[in-house]
């Protein structure tokens, strides 16, 4: 196994803060949202270390033995959140034909049109493997993800959760709706964890 330079390891992932506008986004333009996990991610693209082993008997009597070469990253080698990162960003740009943003390159978008002809623009939001379409349609989105990838569960909808936030559409008073992003499953999980603590203490 040779040593890892940094240059190959980094990855971004989306914003706190470019979810947020996006759902902002969502909202004001009336747009639907889906999310979905994709499972065995990293495994779905090439490694970048260069890594060799000996098979062992779990390999099979045909390779047992014999050196190989890693050609999947593998979860936890240094180099394969940035190789999944890269593969899915390309896949992104190349088959489903949308633009990073400048601001956000884990923020993707493309331009389309409602079936009414009013144009609009729809977004794909990553981190690491989680994923957020905002569209008129999203369900035609996660299906091109679907043909290419495996979602968990083959499940996808409107998200409950992202990046540790509880996610939620509600109604205003004046009939429009808006997404609601909150912590507080996580205050209560901390609450429920110090309480007994100071308890002890006192």
């Given at each position: 196994m040779t040593e890892t330079p940094s240059s190959i390891t980094y990855s971004s992932v989306v914003s706190r803060e470019s979810v947020k506008i996006a759902f902002l986004i969502a909202a004001l333009n009336d747009l639907d949202i889906m999310s979905?996990?994709?499972?065995?991610?990293?495994?779905?693209?090439?490694?970048r270390e260069k890594i060799w082993f000996?098979?062992?008997k779990e390999c099979g009597p045909d390779l047992e033995g014999k050196p190989c070469k890693l050609v999947r990253a593998l979860y936890g080698l240094k180099s394969s959140g940035a190789a999944w990162r890269a593969m899915f960003?390309?896949?992104?740009?190349?088959t489903l034909g949308f633009l990073p943003t400048r601001i956000d390159p884990d923020v993707y978008y493309r331009k389309n049109c409602r079936p009414n002809g009013e144009a609009y623009y729809e977004y794909v939001l990553v981190y690491v493997d989680d994923v957020l379409a905002i569209s008129h349609d999203p369900t035609t989105?996660?299906?091109?993800?679907?043909?290419?990838f495996t979602?968990?569960?083959d499940k996808y909808g409107e998200p409950t959760?992202?990046?540790?936030?509880?996610i939620e559409r509600i109604q205003l008073d004046d009939g429009s709706w808006a997404w609601s992003m909150t912590s507080e499953h996580y205050v209560k999980n901390l609450i429920?964890?110090?309480?007994p603590l100071l308890t002890h203490l006192n």
């Open positions: 979905c996990d994709i499972g065995n991610a990293y495994l779905n693209a090439p490694c000996v098979a062992g960003s390309h896949f992104i740009i190349n989105i996660m299906k091109g993800i679907g043909e290419h979602i968990k569960d959760t992202y990046l540790g936030a509880n429920e964890t110090v309480s």
